[in-house]
C-alpha cells in the first residue's frame, strides 16, 4: 500500500512539472492591432533617440538592405540567426503589433504571436527600459515606411533549434529589473548609466559569457569576444597606464579619431556612429559613467614606447610598414594632418594584453560609411599572408610595448583566417 502511495505521489508530481513545464513553454497570442495608429511627432523624435542608443538599426538592417527591414546574419556558437524585420508592414513586420505586445517582446522576449524570442535579441537588457522609452521607440517604428521583408530561416544547432527551450533560459537569465537612479550620483551618472546598462546593453559583447551564452555577471563589463573581436573592459578607463579622459571617450563614442586612443573599428564602429547621431551630452553621461567604474585588477605599467618609424633597424616588419601603412601612418603622412590619427604605437589595439584587434582591423580595414566623414582603411586579408602580418604586428607591437611581445600571434591569426572562411 505504501509502495502504490508512492508511485501515485511520484506520477502527480511528474504531471505537475509535465504542465509546469508546458505553462512554461507557452505564451498566449496577442491580439493584432486596429490600424491605423496616429503618433505625435514629439514622440516620434524621442523614438528615433531612443532606437538609435538602442543600435536597432545596426542588427535590424542587412548591408544593402532597407533599413529596419531585417536579414542581417547574427552568428552566435549555437548556430545562426538572421535578424527580423521591425518595418510596420503588416505581414513580414510588426505591422500588426499593439504595444502590450511590443512591450511584451522588449521585456520578456515573447513575439506577439506567443512563440519566444531568442537572447540574441537584447530583452535582458531592454527590459530595463522606461515604459515611456518602449512607448516612443512603438511610436517611431510604427511610424516608418513599411518593407515587405520574409524573414529568413535560422539556422540554429540542436537542442537550441527547438526555440521553446529558451523558457529554460530565461528561467535562469532572465532576472533583470529596471534601474532606479542613486541619489549621490549626478543626473548625468544617472544617465549615462541608464543608456549603458539598458538602451546601449554594453554588457552584451563588453561582458564574458558562459556556455549557454549568458552573461556572466561576476565579470559585468570586464570584456568580451564579438563577431572576432575582443571587446576591451570597461572598468579602470580613468586609471590605466594610458587613462581615458573624458574628453577622448566622449570623441572616441562619436566616432572620432582620437589622440592616444585611435578610433572605433569593427562591430564598435556603427555603434559609434549610431551615437554620433544622438546629442553629444548622451557620450558625455555614458563617458561619466564608464570613467567612474572601478577595475579591481591593478593597472599595467606604462611601458617607454618610441615610434614606429623611429627605429633604425630595417627588419621584415618594419619594411612592410614603410611599403603598406607609411603612407598613411608614418609621422609625415598627410592623413595624420587631415584626421589627427595618431602614431600607431599610442593606438588602443596595439597597447593591448592581446593581437587580436590590430590583426582584425589589418584584415578587414575600416569601411567608409556612405554619407559621413571619418577615417577609411582598406582591408589587407588578401595582400598580406601570415607570416607578413605576423611580422609587421611583431615590429608595431615592440614600438608600442618594448619587451612585451605578444604571445598569441600565430593561433590567434589562423583563428581569425579560419573564422573568414
Request: hydrophobic residues 40%.
Amino acid at each position: 500500500m505504501k509502495a502504490r502511495q508512492l508511485w501515485i505521489g511520484a506520477a502527480v508530481l511528474a504531471a505537475a512539472g509535465g504542465i509546469g513545464a508546458v505553462l512554461l513553454m507557452w505564451r498566449p497570442a496577442i491580439a493584432p492591432a486596429e490600424p491605423p495608429q496616429r503618433f505625435d511627432s514629439a514622440q516620434v523624435a524621442q523614438g528615433a533617440r531612443v532606437a538609435e542608443a538602442g543600435d536597432c538599426a545596426v542588427c535590424h538592417t542587412r548591408p544593402g538592405g532597407q533599413h529596419l527591414a531585417g536579414g542581417l546574419a547574427l552568428v552566435t556558437p549555437f548556430g545562426t540567426l538572421y535578424s527580423t524585420n521591425i518595418t510596420p508592414d503588416a505581414e513580414t513586420g510588426i505591422g500588426q503589433w499593439s504595444l502590450p505586445a511590443f512591450e511584451r517582446a522588449m521585456r520578456d522576449g515573447v513575439s506577439r504571436d506567443g512563440h519566444l524570442l531568442y537572447p540574441a535579441f537584447p530583452y535582458v537588457h531592454y527590459r530595463r527600459l522606461t515604459e515611456g522609452d518602449i512607448s516612443d521607440v512603438y511610436a517611431y517604428l510604427m511610424s516608418g515606411p513599411a518593407v515587405h521583408s520574409p524573414a529568413m530561416p535560422n539556422q540554429m544547432k540542436f537542442p537550441m533549434n527547438i526555440r521553446p527551450l529558451v523558457a529554460f533560459w530565461n528561467l535562469l537569465f532572465l532576472h533583470t529589473d529596471p534601474l532606479t537612479p542613486v541619489a549621490q550620483q549626478s543626473a548625468t551618472w544617472n544617465r549615462g548609466r541608464y543608456l549603458v546598462e539598458g538602451p546601449g546593453h554594453c554588457a552584451g559583447c563588453h561582458s564574458a559569457l558562459n556556455l549557454l551564452g549568458a552573461e556572466k555577471t561576476a565579470q559585468h563589463l570586464a570584456g568580451g569576444l564579438v563577431d572576432g573581436w575582443e571587446a576591451p573592459s570597461l572598468l579602470g578607463m580613468a586609471n590605466r597606464a594610458r587613462p581615458w579622459s573624458s574628453e577622448q571617450l566622449v570623441r572616441y563614442l562619436r566616432a572620432e579619431v582620437v589622440e592616444g586612443h585611435g578610433t572605433a573599428a569593427g562591430p564598435m564602429r556603427p555603434v559609434s556612429l549610431s551615437l554620433a547621431n544622438l546629442p553629444a551630452s548622451d557620450a558625455q553621461a555614458v563617458a561619466e559613467y564608464l570613467l567612474s567604474l572601478t577595475d579591481p585588477a591593478p593597472p599595467l605599467p606604462a611601458s617607454a614606447a618610441t615610434r614606429p618609424t623611429e627605429v633604425a633597424e630595417q627588419t621584415p616588419g618594419a619594411l612592410l610598414f614603410e611599403g603598406a601603412c607609411a603612407g598613411c601612418h608614418g609621422p609625415a603622412a598627410p592623413m595624420r594632418e587631415i584626421d589627427g590619427r595618431p602614431a600607431l604605437d599610442r593606438t588602443s589595439a596595439l597597447q593591448a594584453a592581446s593581437a587580436r584587434n590590430f590583426l582584425k582591423t589589418v584584415l578587414d580595414g575600416v569601411p567608409a560609411t556612405p554619407g559621413r566623414p571619418g577615417p577609411v582603411m582598406p582591408p589587407f586579408v588578401a595582400s598580406l599572408d601570415n607570416d607578413q602580418l605576423a611580422a609587421l604586428a611583431a615590429f608595431l607591437r615592440e614600438q608600442a610595448k618594448p619587451g612585451q611581445p605578444w604571445t598569441d600571434l600565430s593561433s590567434t591569426l589562423l583563428e581569425l583566417r579560419q573564422e573568414a572562411q
